[in-house]
T-cell receptor, first 113, second 113 residues
Framework: AQSVTQPDIHITVSEGASLELRCNYSYGATPYLFWYVQSPGQGLQLLLK??????LVQGIKGFEAEFKRSQSSFNLRKPSVHWSDAAEYFC???????????FGAGTRLAVHP | EAGVTQFPSHSVIEKGQTVTLRCDPISGHDNLYWYRRVMGKEIKFLLHFVKESKQDESGMPNNRFLAERTGGTYSTLKVQPAELEDSGVYFC???????????FGPGTRLTVT
């Protein structure tokens, strides 16, 4: 069955530090992969997506993610975290011809000044 | 352009009562999705509309849940009768085409007491 694992429930980093959020997926075919962010009181916002091509994808707000087929991973990175990045981050796999999204449990990011 | 809107933002009802959630997608988006997040777990797919037709309702928990999209515009999700385990956040999303970006609403937080 398709699934997405985000091993870290909570992560705390200092402002200006680098960030990596882990995501592993289980899906038999070539996946469509997504990272979403949810700030308090807001809906989910798409940070970036991978459909095919270059395995390193750039997103909004300075985020990037790398698709590694051999590791079934799609980790999210940011070189320098800002206080406004504090939010909950969700990795998702899109399956089927209409991108039914299978989400991970989310990683809540706290940023210390 | 207005985003996806959901009403109400929060609903508190007693077990056995009925609640109707509403979602207004982005104008022109034929694809509409409902998702649910229960008790801080994964966000789970409920169903997918294309215009007024249900394409996939495999995620609907049971027959206490009824989704409609009359006229292919807004959608409603009715829970009747509500049970304690129905508490959670219900998200709606829409997209212009099946493989396009899904734009999420802010969610409706449902609390069943």
């Amino acid at each position: 069955a398709q699934s997405v694992t985000q091993p870290d429930i909570h992560i705390t980093v200092s402002e200006g530090a680098s960030l990596e959020l882990r995501c592993n997926y289980s899906y038999g075919a070539t996946p469509y992969l997504f990272w979403y962010v949810q700030s308090p009181g807001q809906g989910l916002q798409l940070l970036l997506k991978y459909f095919s091509g270059d395995t390193l994808v750039q997103g909004i707000k300075g985020f990037e993610a790398e698709f590694k087929r051999s590791q079934s991973s799609f980790n999210l990175r940011k070189p320098s975290v800002h206080w406004s990045d504090a939010a909950e981050y969700f990795c998702a796999v899109g399956i089927g011809g209409y991108n039914k999204l299978i989400f991970g449990a989310g990683t809540r990011l706290a940023v210390h000044p | 352009e207005a985003g996806v809107t959901q009403f109400p933002s929060h609903s508190v009802i007693e077990k056995g009562q009925t609640v109707t959630l509403r979602c207004d997608p982005i104008s022109g988006h034929d694809n509409l999705y409902w998702y649910r997040r229960v008790m801080g777990k994964e966000i789970k797919f409920l169903l997918h509309f294309v215009k007024e037709s249900k394409q996939d309702e495999s995620g609907m928990p049971n027959n206490r849940f009824l989704a409609e999209r009359t006229g292919g515009t807004y959608s409603t999700l009715k829970v009747q009768p509500a049970e304690l385990e129905d508490s959670g956040v219900y998200f709606c999303a829409s997209s212009q085409d099946p493989l396009g970006e899904q734009y999420f609403g802010p969610g409706t937080r449902l609390t069943v007491t």
